[in-house]
């Protein structure tokens, strides 16, 4: 019997490797590599230029003392909070009212699902334009009659992230609406006709058997706000560019300035190394979650 | 009716008969009025009218002269329709380099659209193929790599990548823009093109190992054809968030190739000169339009690719 | 030898699917493997094609070594449960897709498709697309695939258990006809329905747990089952096990509770019965009552329970000293839940297996 010579073990499925050198090269070198190599020189001093000569902790410790880098954390913490609260809780009661079986559902899904299309620039500036005190909803109502009503988000340091924040929500509670949507529409039918027959109110089973079934849906929506609120920053450049004063800075905007306006590179690094520690805390304990606990097949 | 029905005792059960009769009977009635329909619909007209405004301010703003601006608030409608502001914002606008108006910004971000969305997709799809159907050792560490990518901060990794962009000698450039378009949509196009066909029939595959295609034959000829749908899915959630890009864009190119995001920005956040709203709002318009085209356009799709593609955020 | 396996091991990560597995297959032989979901019939199919790596083993097809060759390579078709249609392309696009990628003349394979489509009555069906068949007519044109490549070894998975039962008995006959027809294709196929694997097979493999149990003709594995799992399997309703012990005082004998049954006439292989722990196993269809009863050699009353009438036949339920006896009466015959009833049957055509082994005494 002739034999045969056995596949070399790294030519077996050769093109299907080939295929994969993008993916293979972007999880390696840019994602694994870049992040890496961004904590690292978190450590070192760098200005206009990445260096080696490692400072320890010192670019963290001068970042925590910075008011601007303060002032970032407490806003993304009220911005990030209003967010996940409003979007939830908005996009779920929009879910719920179109899922009664109405007429127009395509429409008014349409509706409120078209900011979702739109650059958070183009978001940032038509609501800076809706919110001027000047021509705006302010002049509005002080043209209504009432003469002494105040409402200048965008001008005011104590309230100028609730107006990023109204933006913000407009933009995005139409996605989390679809997600909610779907999450509703794959429950089964039998159990709103068990509800019905058990004679149980419908805000009861919407509290106490629907929503405790719809925990993956709720969940996926609340990762995917939670990335996205620590991401945010163009939508702070086009509204309120941080202003009034620093009043509107976020982290995002704050790692954006110093490495390529201050030529602060370090502190660059450590704001963005701060910015993936929150990351890494909520989505860990998800991935643990969704793909830890049970093995998957297939 | 007991006493009718005394007069006759043969009556009775007849009586009885009838007044079954008599009780509901048939479609129980319904009204198109009734108090939950009032409120759902007006809840809902109501939410709707919120979440046009910003649209119809957009559009109305862009018609009016700055006069009338001056004069009325942002809601009134326009007492003298005009495109003035719309030529300017396309031709004249100026930032704070030129004063060419957005036309610039609008071809940059087509010359960076298009081969952005052509690469990435046939990447990501290459990509999803081979992990669903020609799994080797070691894809599924890298898959898993990318998909923490996705949530990991782009801040994290900007600065890493002007290093690699200049070391490849790309950086500034348009070309280098689309690397950065490609690696960064990688790994949400990834995960649905796998998803995508790892729903497909297995032993699809097999007949077709069995017929003697390869890897690329089988890619073309059977899966390609197979997936218009999630390949339209992908194209949309890659113009829609190519185009609206702007943290990209500032960071990887120079201002005369910068995108129509970040140009827009520039205009109308620009410190020099009198505000002239109109104009703004109509550059906004302009820069939101194509998203807003592709939106319409592609109804359910769009909200197919969402939930793949909102963790873009 | 048309297919022969050697010590094939299949495992996926730790798990090992398929354990040191030989078989021989004749050419032109109909060999079924019939056994339970999960037990690895498929798997086995899969390795045979080459769609899987094994892990372990050989495999020989015509007297070649094609363990480590590309499917297309080995000369064999293969037939899907799921048809496997190519959805985008037309019924002859499916069938020459195969051939144009081995580069077959353009008049050889418009022959082939030709010759494909007059055996298995396809000829009509040609320029549509599989959406428009229906799934009897799928299964065909997945067959007709199979049959254009003009090969040796037909692989068939499951290719009947998407059909609905009349359709199911009409392409079985079909595809008995084939092989008739295609003199020298030799042609293996995984099923889990018994009835298939007994009409169809010249020989069948019965597997567990990855490994082949007994591979026998369908009379030998419905009359001698190898061991008590194979028993249990074939035939249905499925055979009565009864345990108990062998005494030999004298005569060799079966003993469960009171019942004592005379087993001096039942061929025990190797050495003969031995005293000790058994079970024993009848058919139900071997049981008789009333007067064809008395003229067996063992008989006894047993307590109606529960009666099934099929039409045909009615299946009885019932109790012989406590143990549960089903059995098989023609459909015409009055029976009634609790009625005793006098049954009988001849032990030589029962199985007795061993009590620990279970394999066949
Ligand atoms: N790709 C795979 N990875 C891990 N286990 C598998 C895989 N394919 C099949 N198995 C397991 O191998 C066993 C045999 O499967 P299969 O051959 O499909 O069974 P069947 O006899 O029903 O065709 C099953 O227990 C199945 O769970
Ligand atoms: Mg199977």
């Not at chain 1, 077996?12 to 295929?19: E, F, G, I, P, S």
């Not at chain 1, 913000?168 to 794959?186: D, E, K, N, P, S």
């Not at chain 2, 952005?116 to 080797?136: E, K, Q, T």
């Amino acid at each position: 019997m002739p034999q045969q010579r056995r596949p070399n073990q790294l030519f077996r499925n050769l093109h299907a490797k080939v295929a994969a050198i993008p993916m293979i090269l972007t999880a390696t070198i840019v994602f694994v590599g870049g992040t890496l190599w961004t904590v690292l020189y978190s450590f070192t001093s760098s200005g206009l230029l990445p260096r080696l000569n490692f400072v320890g902790l010192a670019q963290y410790e001068r970042l925590w003392s910075t008011r601007r880098w303060l002032v970032s954390v407490e806003n993304l913490a009220i911005f990030g909070v209003g967010k996940m609260v409003f979007a939830l809780v908005i996009g779920f009661v929009l879910a719920a009212l179109l899922d009664q079986k109405i007429r127009f559902e395509n429409t008014f899904r349409t509706i409120l699902l078209y900011p979702f299309a739109l650059s958070f620039i183009v978001t940032g500036l038509v609501w800076q334009w809706i919110l001027n005190p000047d021509f705006g909803v302010q002049s509005v109502v002080r043209g209504l009659g009432w003469e002494s009503f105040s409402f200048d988000p965008l001008y005011n340091p104590d309230i100028v992230i609730y107006g990023i924040l109204i933006a913000a929500l407009w933009q995005t509670t139409g996605l989390v609406m679809c997600l909610m949507l779907a999450g509703l529409r794959g429950i089964d039918e039998d159990i709103w006709k068990a509800a019905r027959v058990d004679g149980i109110p419908m805000w009861k089973t919407y509290l106490f058997i629907v929503i405790p079934m719809m925990r993956p849906v709720l969940i996926t929506a609340l990762v995917i706000i939670a990335t996205a609120i620590v991401k945010v920053y163009d939508l702070v450049v086009a509204q309120t560019s941080g202003g009034p004063g620093i009043a509107s800075e976020v982290p995002a905007k704050y790692v954006y300035d110093m490495m390529f306006s201050s030529q602060n590179l370090g502190q660059g690094f450590a704001a963005s190394t701060m910015m993936l520690l929150s990351v890494l805390i909520v989505v860990i304990p998800w991935a643990y979650l969704e793909f830890g606990g049970r093995k998957r097949h297939g | 009716m007991a006493d009718v029905a005394a007069l006759n005792t043969a009556g009775v059960a007849a009586d009885a008969v009838s007044k079954d009769l008599a009780g509901p009977r048939g479609a129980r009635p319904r009204r198109a009025i009734s108090r939950r329909n009032v409120f759902l619909y007006g809840t809902l007209f109501v939410i709707s009218v919120y979440y046009l405004l910003p649209l119809y301010v957009m559009i109305v703003t862009s018609l009016k002269g700055m006069p009338e601006i001056r004069l009325g608030n942002v809601f009134s409608p326009p007492m003298e329709i005009t495109f003035e502001p719309w030529v300017k914002a396309w031709a004249e606008a100026c930032t704070g380099l030129n004063c060419d108006g957005l036309s610039r910004g609008f071809w940059n971000s087509v010359q960076i659209t298009v081969p952005s969305v052509i690469l990435s997709i046939a990447i990501a799809s290459l990509n999803g193929y081979a992990l669903a159907n020609w799994r080797f050792k070691g894809a599924d560490v890298f898959f898993t790599i990318l998909i923490f990518g996705a949530f990991i901060p782009y801040q994290v990794m900007l600065y890493p990548m002007v290093i690699i962009l200049r070391e490849i000698g790309l950086y500034g450039s348009l070309s280098g823009l689309v690397l950065v378009h490609t690696i960064f949509g990688m790994p949400i196009l990834t995960l649905l093109f796998r998803n995508y066909f790892t729903s497909l029939p297995e032993e699809l595959f097999k007949a077709a190992r069995v017929d003697g295609a390869g890897f690329w034959g089988i890619y073309f000829k059977i899966m390609l054809p197979m997936s218009l749908p999630i390949f339209v899915v992908a194209l949309i959630i890659q113009i829609t968030g190519i185009w609206n890009d702007f943290l990209f864009g500032v960071v990887y190119t120079r201002p005369e190739s910068y995108p129509m995001t970040v140009q827009l920005n520039n205009i109308v956040n620009s410190v020099q000169g009198v505000k002239e709203y109109n104009v703004n709002m109509a550059a906004t318009l302009l820069t939101g339009l194509v998203p807003l085209i592709v939106y319409f356009a592609s109804g359910k799709l769009f909200v197919r690719g969402i939930a793949a593609g909102a963790v873009k955020g | 030898m048309s297919v022969s396996i050697k010590e094939l091991t299949l495992s996926f990560g730790d798990v090992e699917v398929l354990k040191r597995l030989d078989l021989e297959i004749e050419r032109g032989e109909f060999l079924v493997l019939l056994g339970s979901s999960g037990c690895g019939k498929s798997t086995l199919l899969n390795c045979i094609a080459g769609l899987l790596d094994i892990t372990d083993g050989q495999i020989f097809i015509n007297g070649r070594n094609v363990t480590w060759e590309q499917p297309k390579d080995r000369g064999i078709g293969m037939v899907f449960q799921s048809y496997a249609l190519y959805p985008q392309m037309t019924v002859e696009g499916n069938l020459s897709f195969g051939l144009k990628n081995a580069r077959v003349p353009k008049d050889e394979i418009a022959r082939r498709i030709a010759r494909a489509a007059e055996i298995l009555h396809m000829g009509p069906l040609l320029k549509r697309k599989p959406a428009q068949l229906s799934g009897g007519q799928r299964q065909r044109v997945a067959i007709g695939r199979a049959l254009v490549r003009d090969v040796d070894v037909f692989l068939f998975d499951e290719p009947l258990s998407n059909l609905d039962a009349k359709l199911r008995a009409e392409l079985r006959v079909e595809i008995k006809r084939l092989h008739q027809q295609l003199e020298n294709t030799t042609m293996i196929y995984v099923t889990h329905d018994q009835i298939e694997a007994m009409t169809l097979a010249d020989r069948i493999a019965i597997m567990r747990a990855g490994s082949i149990q007994q591979l026998a003709e369908p009379h030998t594995i419905y009359n001698r089952p190898v061991n008590k799992y194979v028993a249990g399997f074939i035939g249905s309703p499925s055979i009565n096990l009864i345990d108990g012990t062998i005494e030999m005082n004298g005569v060799p004998s079966f003993v469960a509770g009171r019942t004592r049954i005379g087993i001096e006439r039942y061929a025990f292989s190797g050495n003969g019965p031995k005293p000790g722990g058994a079970t024993f196993g009848i058919r139900p269809e071997h049981i008789f009552l009333g007067r064809a009863a008395a003229e067996e050699p063992f008989t006894a009353e047993v307590d109606v329970e529960v009666i099934e009438p099929m039409g045909a036949d009615t299946l009885v339920w019932s109790k012989l000293d406590g143990h549960e006896l089903r059995f098989r009466v023609d459909g015409q015959v009055p029976i009634r839940t609790g009625e005793r009833v006098p049954i009988g049957f001849d032990p030589a055509r029962a199985s007795i297996f061993d009590a620990e082994t279970e394999m066949r005494l």
